[in-house]
């Protein structure tokens, strides 16, 4: 079996909130989303403030000049603010005059375009009712454009490759994940990069500097086989789709994470803590190494 159990560490936990999208500022400090506000950690688990959001916020990122972006379940919407502002404004929440289901999470690739799914919360697409989007908005004309429209269940985390020509979009319901290969002009051409069996689907992703896909696989707390508590799996893909290692992960709500130089950060929500893991030498991950790679989680 390539499944693995590793040493998770406990890097803070937020009692009775939900603990969902993380993004880093520094190389060690963190920001998470704790129902709704945003948190700062240290890696060592010191927090240092807490905002609110006004809203039911389940990830958030940072642009190129600082500016911070946010996905709001509950206004349906993307809010931004720039550097220095202490308000959100409305970015975008519609497509062509119908109002988004929800947005799900977002990222930016290496030329600053915007890319989020729309799920809305969970059970508002799904399997029965594949209604779900991938969007993207474009620096240089602020447009909006579909890259699949109401066509998905519950698309939630979603990541872009390091070098631009490659978006990859958790599809939890229908437990695989899709690529979006960007060819010339801004097209993009979308299929299924590689599909999953058990656990309840994907929910975040995050690519590293050696081209893998990272991805966080959801299980709900409670669930057991023969009385035994099931945790989610964190699964590392190669550029090609396979399969190179798993390990389980350090609790069954896995909601957000990132790769942040050369450790693995996730947070869990049923206990709302965030966890770490160093992608270092000699872990029990059995990760083969592209020639001419250091080692990471080998």
Not at 67 to 90: M, P, Y
Request: glycine share 10%; aromatic share 10%; hydrophobic share 35%.
């Amino acid at each position: 079996s390539r499944m693995r159990s590793v040493e998770w560490k406990l890097v803070f936990a937020d009692q009775g909130s939900q603990m969902s999208g993380i993004t880093k500022i520094e190389d060690s400090t963190f920001q998470v989303v704790c129902s709704g506000k945003i948190k700062t950690v240290d890696i060592d688990g010191s927090m240092h403030n807490s905002e609110p959001t006004d809203g039911i916020v389940s990830s958030l990122q940072y642009d190129s000049s600082g500016g911070l972006f946010v996905t709001d379940f509950h206004n349906r919407c993307i809010n931004s603010k720039e550097n220095g502002e202490s308000a959100f404004q409305v970015l975008v929440g519609e497509y062509e005059g119908k109002r988004f289901a929800g947005p799900n999470c977002l990222c930016f690739d290496q030329e600053g375009t915007l890319f989020f799914t729309d799920s809305g919360p969970m059970g508002e697409t799904s399997l029965s009712r594949p209604k779900g989007s991938v969007f993207c908005i474009k620096p240089e004309d602020q447009l909006l454009k579909p890259l699949a429209l109401e066509c998905l269940a519950y698309p939630s985390g979603i990541a872009a490759s390091d070098d631009g020509n490659f978006i990859y979009v958790a599809e939890t319901m229908a437990n695989r994940i899709l690529r979006f290969v960007r060819r010339p002009h801004g097209v993009y051409y979308a299929s299924v990069f590689h599909t999953f069996s058990g656990g309840f689907g994907p929910t975040a992703l995050a690519c590293d500097q050696h081209g893998r896909l990272f991805v966080a696989r959801f299980e709900f707390a409670g669930v057991s086989n023969e009385g035994v508590p099931l945790n989610g799996i964190v699964s590392v893909l190669g550029a090609d789709g396979s399969l190179l290692a798993e390990v389980v992960g350090p609790g069954p709500e896995l909601a957000g994470m990132i790769v942040s130089v050369d450790v693995l950060l996730v947070t869990e929500r049923s206990t709302s803590s965030l966890y770490s893991e160093p992608l270092s030498a000699n872990r029990v991950m059995g990760v083969q190494q592209p020639a001419g790679d250091p080692a990471c989680w080998s």
